[in-house]
């Protein structure tokens, strides 16, 4: 019974410390995920007014260009997949995989070949796993993305949308991050960079009754979406991977907090397993005592006699 009690001793310490590193992890990711929130409503109007004006400059021109012209045939795309480099988050990660297999396999049901780029080790790891093709990795500072992270993810993928597909060009340039609703609500969504849907954009804004401004171009349309392009596609990427942080630190706050509790009610019932097994303990040792004052009792009775 002494043994028993040891190992109940044992893993009650053990559980103790794992819910305070749980503990700890929840508080830092708390702190964090308030940080990044800021970062992200700082940075959403900005992308916004910038795909307003994008849609307002392809809407008021004719000029064929890849930021808002739909190719004809369209053959090749490319998805960029968010995901965190650390994990114990839940169904962060998984579900942003699964919401990038689904659009790929959508896109191949059209026809089209797709090419992945990944941000996050663990979605690397997920795709190296299983042995698929990825056309470019970028890790290492999805906790806290900068916008010099952004360029460099929107680089290869600028280039890509540039190019022709018959020189491994892409017509199509599509993102799956983690949108961050709320402190408990984060969702896996996927949408369309490039080419910018201009109805789409242009009812969005009319439903809000905005009404889009006319411009003059100088020294052509076709220049200004050259200039408007990497800074439409930098900007849609860093506010994803912005989101992206938010919904990581929330879902680890809430995987953390979860993990607290839970080492909570196991230490709980530990403990009154340990107290039963002490009182098992105690009873046996007083049915011993009791016992063998028992027995001496009747051999000093039986030597009187």
Known sequence: MGAQLRVYKRRIRSVTATKKITKAMEMIAASRVVKAQRKVAASTPYAQELTRAVTAVGTGSNTKHPLTTEADNPTRAAVLLLTSDRGLAGAFNANAIKAAEQL??????EGKQVDTYIVGRRGVAHYNFRERKIAETFTGFTDEPSYADAKKVAAPLIEAIQSETAD??????????????????????????????????????AGKGEILPLYDFEPSAEDVLDALLPRYVESRIYNALLQSAASKHAAT????????????????????LANAARQ?????????????????ADATAGSDN
Do not use: C, W
């Not at 790929?104 to 049901?109: H, P, Q």
């Open 253 to 272: 706050r809430r995987a953390m907090k979860s993990a607290t509790d839970n080492a909570g009610e196991l230490i709980n019932t530990l403990s009154r």
């Open 104 to 109: 790929t396999e959508r896109l191949e049901r």
């Open 280 to 296: 098992a303990e105690i009873t046996q040792e007083i049915s011993e005592i009791v016992g063998g004052a028992s027995a001496l």
């Open 168 to 205: 491994g060009g892409v017509d199509e340039l599509h993102i799956v991050y983690t949108e961050f609703v709320s402190m408990m609500t984060q969702t896996a969504v996927g949408s369309r960079l490039l080419p910018l849907r201009l109805d789409d954009a242009a009812a969005e804004t």
